[in-house]
Protein backbone atom coordinates (compact mmCIF):
# COMPACT_ATOMS: atom_id res chain seq x y z
CA UNK A 1 0.00 0.00 0.00
CA UNK A 2 1.77 3.48 -1.00
CA UNK A 3 1.71 5.97 1.67
CA UNK A 4 -1.42 8.12 0.08
CA UNK A 5 -3.23 4.87 0.60
CA UNK A 6 -2.42 4.30 3.68
CA UNK A 7 -3.54 7.80 5.03
CA UNK A 8 -6.21 7.93 2.95
CA UNK A 9 -6.99 4.85 4.52
CA UNK A 10 -6.95 5.71 8.21
CA UNK A 11 -9.07 8.97 7.88
CA UNK A 12 -11.79 7.10 5.73
CA UNK A 13 -12.23 4.64 9.19
CA UNK A 14 -12.58 7.13 11.65
CA UNK A 15 -15.62 7.25 13.19
CA UNK A 16 -17.61 10.31 13.22
CA UNK A 17 -20.63 10.28 15.72
CA UNK A 18 -21.84 13.83 15.86
CA UNK A 19 -24.55 14.84 13.32
CA UNK A 20 -22.75 18.71 12.37
CA UNK A 21 -19.40 16.53 11.83
CA UNK A 22 -20.71 14.19 9.45
CA UNK A 23 -21.91 17.23 7.63
CA UNK A 24 -18.94 18.39 7.47
CA UNK A 25 -17.04 15.60 6.32
CA UNK A 26 -19.63 15.29 3.22
CA UNK A 27 -19.27 19.27 2.82
CA UNK A 28 -16.08 17.97 2.13
CA UNK A 29 -16.15 15.26 -0.20
CA UNK A 30 -18.69 17.75 -2.28
CA UNK A 31 -16.00 20.62 -2.31
CA UNK A 32 -15.51 19.68 -5.76
CA UNK A 33 -18.68 18.40 -7.20
CA UNK A 34 -20.55 19.64 -10.27
CA UNK A 35 -24.17 20.92 -10.35
CA UNK A 36 -26.34 20.14 -13.00
CA UNK A 37 -29.59 20.95 -14.14
CA UNK A 38 -32.58 20.33 -11.91
CA UNK A 39 -30.74 20.34 -8.66
CA UNK A 40 -28.78 16.99 -9.49
CA UNK A 41 -25.41 16.92 -8.05
CA UNK A 42 -22.26 14.34 -9.89
CA UNK A 43 -19.43 13.48 -8.06
CA UNK A 44 -16.15 11.36 -9.35
CA UNK A 45 -14.11 9.54 -6.61
CA UNK A 46 -10.62 7.76 -7.42
CA UNK A 47 -10.55 5.35 -4.85
CA UNK A 48 -12.97 2.68 -3.89
CA UNK A 49 -12.64 3.07 0.13
CA UNK A 50 -13.72 6.90 -0.40
CA UNK A 51 -16.67 5.83 -2.56
CA UNK A 52 -17.53 3.04 0.37
CA UNK A 53 -17.88 5.45 2.79
CA UNK A 54 -19.25 8.45 0.23
CA UNK A 55 -22.24 6.38 -1.06
CA UNK A 56 -24.19 5.74 2.77
CA UNK A 57 -23.00 9.33 4.61
CA UNK A 58 -24.12 11.64 1.32
CA UNK A 59 -27.62 8.98 1.54
CA UNK A 60 -27.84 9.88 4.78
CA UNK A 61 -27.62 13.02 4.82
CA UNK A 62 -29.66 14.16 1.87
CA UNK A 63 -32.10 11.31 1.90
CA UNK A 64 -31.44 9.74 -1.50
CA UNK A 65 -29.01 7.50 -1.76
CA UNK A 66 -26.55 7.95 -4.95
CA UNK A 67 -26.45 6.06 -8.36
CA UNK A 68 -22.82 4.61 -8.61
CA UNK A 69 -21.33 4.41 -12.07
CA UNK A 70 -17.87 2.62 -12.40
CA UNK A 71 -15.74 3.67 -15.36
CA UNK A 72 -12.46 3.25 -16.22
CA UNK A 73 -9.97 0.69 -16.86
CA UNK A 74 -6.06 -0.29 -17.01
CA UNK A 75 -5.84 1.22 -13.35
CA UNK A 76 -7.35 4.60 -13.79
CA UNK A 77 -10.62 3.37 -12.04
CA UNK A 78 -13.40 6.01 -10.56
CA UNK A 79 -16.70 5.97 -9.27
CA UNK A 80 -19.07 8.44 -10.15
CA UNK A 81 -21.73 9.65 -8.16
CA UNK A 82 -24.97 10.81 -9.09
CA UNK A 83 -28.06 12.35 -6.64
CA UNK A 84 -30.74 15.17 -6.96
CA UNK A 85 -31.12 17.25 -3.92
CA UNK A 86 -32.20 20.91 -3.40
CA UNK A 87 -29.86 21.31 -0.07
CA UNK A 88 -26.54 19.56 -1.57
CA UNK A 89 -27.23 21.86 -4.48
CA UNK A 90 -27.49 24.96 -2.68
CA UNK A 91 -24.54 24.15 -0.59
CA UNK A 92 -22.46 22.91 -3.53
CA UNK A 93 -22.81 26.67 -5.20
CA UNK A 94 -22.09 28.19 -1.93
CA UNK A 95 -18.40 26.39 -1.46
CA UNK A 96 -17.76 27.03 -4.85
CA UNK A 97 -18.72 30.78 -4.45
CA UNK A 98 -15.34 32.82 -5.21
CA UNK A 99 -17.17 35.73 -3.14
CA UNK A 100 -18.04 33.53 0.15
CA UNK A 101 -16.80 33.54 3.40
CA UNK A 102 -16.15 30.21 5.30
CA UNK A 103 -17.55 32.17 8.06
CA UNK A 104 -21.08 32.33 6.08
CA UNK A 105 -20.84 28.40 6.66
CA UNK A 106 -19.37 27.96 10.28
CA UNK A 107 -22.40 27.51 11.70
CA UNK A 108 -23.44 25.59 14.81
CA UNK A 109 -20.21 23.56 14.69
CA UNK A 110 -17.79 21.81 16.93
CA UNK A 111 -14.47 21.81 17.80
CA UNK A 112 -13.91 18.28 15.27
CA UNK A 113 -15.68 19.72 12.09
CA UNK A 114 -13.30 22.19 10.53
CA UNK A 115 -11.25 19.05 10.56
CA UNK A 116 -14.13 16.51 9.56
CA UNK A 117 -14.25 19.47 6.54
CA UNK A 118 -10.52 19.62 5.56
CA UNK A 119 -10.99 15.38 6.07
CA UNK A 120 -13.30 14.76 3.55
CA UNK A 121 -11.49 17.45 0.61
CA UNK A 122 -8.26 15.07 0.80
CA UNK A 123 -10.04 12.30 0.27
CA UNK A 124 -11.81 13.58 -2.28
CA UNK A 125 -9.36 15.31 -4.16
CA UNK A 126 -5.99 14.85 -1.89
CA UNK A 127 -2.28 13.20 -1.92
CA UNK A 128 0.71 13.04 -0.40
CA UNK A 129 4.24 11.78 -1.13
CA UNK A 130 5.76 8.97 0.81
CA UNK A 131 7.99 11.29 3.27
CA UNK A 132 10.86 9.07 2.79
CA UNK A 133 11.14 10.43 -0.63
CA UNK A 134 9.45 14.12 -0.74
CA UNK A 135 7.49 16.27 1.58
CA UNK A 136 4.12 17.05 -1.04
CA UNK A 137 0.88 16.91 -0.15
CA UNK A 138 -1.82 18.31 -2.97
CA UNK A 139 -5.38 18.37 -3.73
CA UNK A 140 -6.26 19.14 -7.05
CA UNK A 141 -9.68 20.42 -7.44
CA UNK A 142 -11.54 19.60 -10.84
CA UNK A 143 -11.11 22.69 -12.89
CA UNK A 144 -11.02 24.68 -9.97
CA UNK A 145 -14.29 24.16 -8.30
CA UNK A 146 -14.06 24.86 -4.55
CA UNK A 147 -10.43 25.91 -4.85
CA UNK A 148 -11.04 29.54 -3.75
CA UNK A 149 -13.00 28.33 -0.80
CA UNK A 150 -10.46 26.05 -0.15
CA UNK A 151 -7.62 28.15 -0.31
CA UNK A 152 -9.21 31.30 2.12
CA UNK A 153 -10.51 28.04 5.24
CA UNK A 154 -6.45 27.03 4.83
CA UNK A 155 -5.61 30.85 4.93
CA UNK A 156 -7.51 31.43 7.78
CA UNK A 157 -6.11 28.41 9.77
CA UNK A 158 -2.20 29.43 9.25
CA UNK A 159 -1.39 27.67 6.35
CA UNK A 160 -1.42 29.24 3.36
CA UNK A 161 -1.20 27.11 0.13
CA UNK A 162 0.95 27.08 -3.09
CA UNK A 163 -1.09 27.13 -5.95
CA UNK A 164 -0.47 25.89 -9.18
CA UNK A 165 -2.75 24.99 -12.75
CA UNK A 166 -3.27 21.54 -14.15
CA UNK A 167 -4.61 20.14 -17.46
CA UNK A 168 -7.25 18.50 -15.38
CA UNK A 169 -7.78 21.24 -12.58
CA UNK A 170 -6.80 23.86 -10.12
CA UNK A 171 -3.71 22.60 -7.42
CA UNK A 172 -2.82 23.90 -4.30
CA UNK A 173 -0.12 22.06 -2.30
CA UNK A 174 2.66 22.16 0.23
CA UNK A 175 5.98 21.05 0.14
CA UNK A 176 7.32 22.03 4.08
CA UNK A 177 7.35 19.30 6.44
CA UNK A 178 5.78 21.49 9.40
CA UNK A 179 2.46 22.02 7.19
CA UNK A 180 2.09 18.62 6.25
CA UNK A 181 2.71 17.11 9.50
CA UNK A 182 0.26 19.61 11.07
CA UNK A 183 -2.26 19.19 8.73
CA UNK A 184 -2.52 15.31 8.37
CA UNK A 185 -2.82 15.17 12.48
CA UNK A 186 -5.46 18.01 12.14
CA UNK A 187 -7.65 15.54 9.87
CA UNK A 188 -6.67 12.86 12.16
CA UNK A 189 -4.42 10.37 10.95
CA UNK A 190 -2.86 10.08 14.16
CA UNK A 191 -0.85 6.62 13.26
CA UNK A 192 0.65 7.81 9.90
CA UNK A 193 1.85 11.00 11.36
CA UNK A 194 4.96 9.49 12.66
CA UNK A 195 5.94 8.08 9.33
CA UNK A 196 6.24 11.90 8.28
CA UNK A 197 7.71 13.18 11.40
CA UNK A 198 10.29 10.10 11.50
CA UNK A 199 10.97 10.83 7.98
CA UNK A 200 11.08 14.56 8.82
CA UNK A 201 13.88 13.76 11.83
CA UNK A 202 15.99 11.12 9.65
CA UNK A 203 15.91 13.67 6.77
CA UNK A 204 17.63 16.89 9.03
CA UNK A 205 20.34 14.26 10.69
CA UNK A 206 21.49 12.99 7.38
CA UNK A 207 21.75 16.85 6.36
CA UNK A 208 23.21 17.58 9.43
CA UNK A 209 26.07 14.67 8.93
CA UNK A 210 26.65 15.82 5.15
CA UNK A 211 26.79 19.55 6.94
CA UNK A 212 29.36 18.47 8.97
CA UNK A 213 31.47 16.45 6.51
CA UNK A 214 31.16 18.99 3.77
CA UNK A 215 32.70 21.39 6.46
CA UNK A 216 35.60 18.67 8.00
CA UNK A 217 36.32 18.23 4.21
CA UNK A 218 36.66 22.19 3.52
CA UNK A 219 38.69 22.31 6.53
CA UNK A 220 41.24 20.07 5.82
CA UNK A 221 41.48 21.00 2.36
CA UNK A 222 42.28 24.93 3.67
CA UNK A 223 44.89 23.22 5.71
CA UNK A 224 46.64 21.05 2.84
CA UNK A 225 46.22 24.27 0.86
CA UNK A 226 47.61 26.79 3.48
CA UNK A 227 50.22 23.60 4.44
CA UNK A 228 51.24 23.76 0.68
CA UNK A 229 51.73 27.16 0.64
CA UNK A 230 54.13 27.18 3.23
CA UNK A 231 56.57 24.99 2.06
CA UNK A 232 56.84 26.43 -1.26
CA UNK A 233 57.68 29.85 0.64
CA UNK A 234 60.19 28.03 3.12
CA UNK A 235 61.78 26.18 0.35
CA UNK A 236 61.93 29.40 -2.22
CA UNK A 237 63.74 31.13 0.75
CA UNK A 238 66.42 28.17 1.36
CA UNK A 239 67.17 28.29 -1.90
CA UNK A 240 67.40 32.15 -1.69
CA UNK A 241 69.99 31.82 1.13
CA UNK A 242 67.36 34.13 2.93
CA UNK A 243 66.48 31.57 5.53
CA UNK A 244 69.60 32.61 7.71
CA UNK A 245 68.41 36.58 7.86
CA UNK A 246 65.54 35.78 9.48
CA UNK A 247 65.10 35.79 13.48
CA UNK A 248 65.74 32.91 15.61
CA UNK A 249 62.07 32.08 16.21
CA UNK A 250 61.01 31.97 12.56
CA UNK A 251 63.85 30.19 11.62
CA UNK A 252 62.94 27.21 14.05
CA UNK A 253 59.15 27.70 13.28
CA UNK A 254 59.98 27.32 9.31
CA UNK A 255 62.48 24.32 9.58
CA UNK A 256 60.06 22.69 11.98
CA UNK A 257 56.99 22.94 9.24
CA UNK A 258 59.95 22.21 6.30
CA UNK A 259 60.62 18.50 8.17
CA UNK A 260 57.55 17.95 9.51
CA UNK A 261 55.13 18.59 6.33
CA UNK A 262 52.02 16.33 7.59
CA UNK A 263 51.87 18.10 10.92
CA UNK A 264 48.69 20.05 11.94
CA UNK A 265 49.16 23.60 13.79
CA UNK A 266 48.30 21.87 17.23
CA UNK A 267 50.86 19.49 16.23
CA UNK A 268 53.85 22.02 15.26
CA UNK A 269 53.33 23.96 18.58
CA UNK A 270 53.70 20.94 20.48
CA UNK A 271 57.39 20.47 18.48
CA UNK A 272 58.59 23.94 19.91
CA UNK A 273 60.43 24.14 22.54
CA UNK A 274 59.35 25.55 24.60
CA UNK A 275 55.88 25.31 23.18
CA UNK A 276 53.95 28.03 21.78
CA UNK A 277 50.27 29.15 21.06
CA UNK A 278 48.36 28.57 18.04
CA UNK A 279 48.33 32.49 17.84
CA UNK A 280 52.05 32.68 17.60
CA UNK A 281 52.21 29.57 15.47
CA UNK A 282 49.77 31.51 12.94
CA UNK A 283 51.89 34.63 13.00
CA UNK A 284 55.39 33.03 12.39
CA UNK A 285 53.64 31.38 9.15
CA UNK A 286 52.43 34.44 8.05
CA UNK A 287 55.69 36.66 8.60
CA UNK A 288 57.52 33.26 6.64
CA UNK A 289 55.11 34.28 3.66
CA UNK A 290 55.53 37.62 3.60
CA UNK A 291 59.18 37.30 3.59
CA UNK A 292 58.84 34.79 0.32
CA UNK A 293 56.82 37.66 -1.21
CA UNK A 294 59.41 39.89 -0.90
CA UNK A 295 61.26 37.99 -3.77
Known amino acids: MSFANAVRSELAQLPLKKPCCRRMLGAGLLLGAESLA?????LRLKHEEVASLAIPLLGSLYGNPPTVL??????????DLSFSSPSATKLVRSLQDTEKEPAALWTSLCDGCLAAFLRGAFLAYGTVNDPHRSFHLELLLPRGRGAAFLIRVLEQLGYPPRRMERKNGFGIYFKD?????ELIAL????????????????RDIRNN???ATNCVAKNIEKSISAG???????GRLIEAGRLENLSEGLRITAM???????ASLDELTALHEPPISKSGLNHRLQRILAEAEEF
Not at 38 to 42: D, E, N, V
Request: charged fraction near 25%; charge should be positive.
Open 38 to 42: GKQIA
Open 209 to 211: ENR
Open 228 to 234: TRQMEAI
Open 70 to 79: QTGACGHRFW
Open 256 to 262: LRYRNPD
Open 177 to 181: SGSIE
Open 187 to 202: MGGQHVIFDVINSRIE
